[in-house]
């Protein structure tokens, strides 16, 4: 059964989605300690607007999907007090729509910006990481390699994504309406990842030519400032250079606040700034500017939910693509469907594959030898299953139960414990429960 838990911009504003963040310092101990409690498979997504837990649970049934849902929350918020809250706050899938949930995801459909343009390497990378970590078997490969497909899809056979989509880009178009001309604006950029990247060259072609890049890894930095014609700053001088600028965006993967609202007062004031104007936007989750800092005078402190509505108002020609990439992912869901029918078919004829590939790799042995002898046998019982599995696919595609049958197979045709070509089977995908849609809250 595929299982989806999810904390994200719809139902939890900016400080929930911080409260329930799992930071990358966090992101091992968590797949480490997550496959258990009847989860096999893991994967983690995990961006400024969300935080999603991708498990499947060999095991179907109610039963089966508490204890997993009570499994991995209890390992994403120990503490009982926040756990509670963890589940009046997330969303809770299974089954079918998880896959497609997935797919408009990944095709930007799902995004707080309608066709968002980082989406996809954010889904490609949290699939990468899963695989490092080695949490990912059959279904999640499956479910994953279709999601980012289906992405591809829309980002190149639609018009989703036309248009200024992300929130680093609008940052810089908000310092434009905010003072008239970047030409003489000092901007500083901290954090040079993909986002604070976007919102310093949006910076520069927006106008700005006094642009400050600072970022704890200096040579990120130093690359991004020689195209820009910028300049590099240390971490250590971060307030003093924020006290001389007129707009700061911040953008870093940082825990904790990395500018406090103290420490930026007393660097204004140090400097005869003051009184000045600062625009002060905070594009990281969590937030890495102390919102205290909306109290320091002639500050004004724009965060992530402050940044999309403007966003909405350049949505109009991405909508009109709604439709097509909405098609897409369908079509591409009945592939998913197809291969969780045909999953658990493989499954329910397991035996009587083993047992037709050892009879067959055995009798082939006589004749050939063993080197022949194992591809011979599943080239045969490959051939005399195809029908078998037709029918059973079909079945369960339909929505018929035929675990009845396939305990039946079992008992004819599965072979002693001491059976030695066990692992010669076809792939040990895990049997998916029926495909139920279940979109509503976990209470």
Request: proline share 4%.
């Amino acid at each position: 059964m595929l299982i989806c838990l999810a904390v994200d911009y719809r139902k939890a504003d900016v400080a929930t989605r911080e409260r329930f963040h799992l930071a990358e310092q966090r992101l091992g101990e968590m797949y480490r300690r997550l496959i258990g409690g009847g989860v096999s498979e893991l994967a983690l997504v995990s961006t400024c607007n969300r935080t999603e837990l991708y498990a499947w649970t060999e095991t179907g049934g109610q039963d089966a999907l508490e204890r997993a849902v009570e499994h991995l929350a209890a390992v994403w918020m120990p503490d009982e007090t926040e756990r509670a809250k963890l589940l009046q706050t997330l969303t809770l899938r299974i089954g079918d729509e998880v896959g497609r949930h997935l797919m408009r995801l990944t095709g930007g459909l799902e995004s707080q910006i309608l066709g968002d343009g980082q989406i996809l390497g954010q889904v490609r990378s949290a699939y990468r990481t899963a695989c490092e970590m080695e949490t990912v078997g059959p279904m999640l490969h499956r479910l994953f390699e279709i999601a980012l497909r289906t992405g591809r899809r829309i980002q190149h056979e639609t018009a989703l994504s036309t248009g200024r989509n992300s929130v680093g880009a609008e940052a810089a178009s908000v310092a434009l309406r905010r003072f008239g001309s970047l030409e003489h604006a000092r901007c500083v950029v901290v954090g040079c990842g993909k986002t604070g990247t976007r919102a310093a060259r949006q910076l520069a072609k927006l106008g700005a030519t006094d642009i400050v890049l600072i970022n704890r890894t200096p040579q990120r930095a130093e690359e991004l400032a020689r195209s820009l014609r910028g300049r590099v700053a240390s971490m250590e001088t971060l307030h003093a250079e924020a006290a001389m600028a007129d707009v700061v965006i911040v953008a870093t993967g940082a825990a904790t606040y990395t500018l406090s609202a103290e420490t930026l007062t007393t660097a204004r004031r140090n400097v005869g700034t003051a009184e000045q104007p600062l625009l002060l936007m905070d594009l990281a989750l969590p937030r890495n500017v102390d919102p205290q800092s909306a109290h320091v005078a002639g500050v004004t402190l724009v965060d992530l939910d402050s940044l999309h509505p403007p966003i909405v108002a350049a949505e109009t020609a991405r909508r009109a693509a709604v439709p097509a990439a909405e098609r897409i992912v369908e079509a591409e869901m009945r592939w998913l469907r197809h291969w969780l029918a045909t999953g658990a078919a493989r499954l329910a004829i397991r035996s009587l594959h083993d047992a037709l590939v050892d009879l067959c790799r055995r009798e082939v042995a006589f004749v050939a030898g063993d080197g022949v002898a194992e591809r011979t046998a599943q080239r045969i019982a490959a051939k005399l299953l195809a029908r078998p599995m037709h029918v059973f696919s079909d079945a369960i595609a339909r929505g018929e139960n035929v675990e009845e049958l396939a305990e039946h197979l079992d008992q004819l045709f599965a072979a002693p414990p001491r059976r030695s070509t066990a692992e010669h089977a076809l792939p040990r995908d895990p049997a998916p429960a029926p495909l139920a849609v279940a979109g509503a809250p976990l209470s």
